[in-house]
């Protein structure tokens, strides 16, 4: 898409996104986040998720059998493609009162991915800078699972 843009080309949307600046968060802010709420098991008092993971990477979400690396927390992780936000049953498990971090593979899809769901009234999403491969690159804990299966 970008390089369409840089050349110049027509992009039209037949529903575009709202502008939305969300934050982003590096590896080792997300790492202290998680470690300090996996020391009171990820919820507040009330029962309610401290942080929530949204792990969309698509590209080995349809390999069944492939194994991927996840972070690894307490905290809820809801691994979806990106087009599942369209489906009010996903969009349900999506906390609005929390912290939502979003992981990609690289990062690059994070501020596009806020928009999306800015447009269905989240307003507590951040990226997580350098997505999951910055999580690996810092060496932190990952647990090993199997594509579509961990959903």
Request: glycine share 8%.
């Amino acid at each position: 898409m970008k390089d369409w843009k840089k050349s110049g080309y027509k992009i039209e949307s037949i529903e575009p996104l709202p502008e939305y600046k969300g934050a982003f968060v590096t590896v080792k802010e997300l790492f202290a986040m998680l470690k300090d709420a996996d020391l009171k098991n990820c919820s507040d008092e009330n029962g309610l998720p401290l942080l929530t993971i949204i792990d969309y990477r698509t590209e080995n979400f349809y390999k069944p059998g492939v194994s991927i690396a996840s972070i690894k927390t307490k905290c809820p992780i809801l691994r979806c493609p990106i087009d599942d936000f369209t489906n009010p049953k996903i969009r349900h498990l999506i906390p609005k009162n929390s912290p939502v971090i979003l992981v990609c593979e690289t990062g690059s899809r994070n501020a596009m991915a806020m928009r999306y769901l800015f447009k269905f009234g989240y307003t507590n999403t951040m990226g997580l800078q350098f997505g999951m491969r910055g999580w690996l690159k810092m060496d932190y804990p990952v647990e090993i699972g199997h594509g579509k299966e961990q959903l």
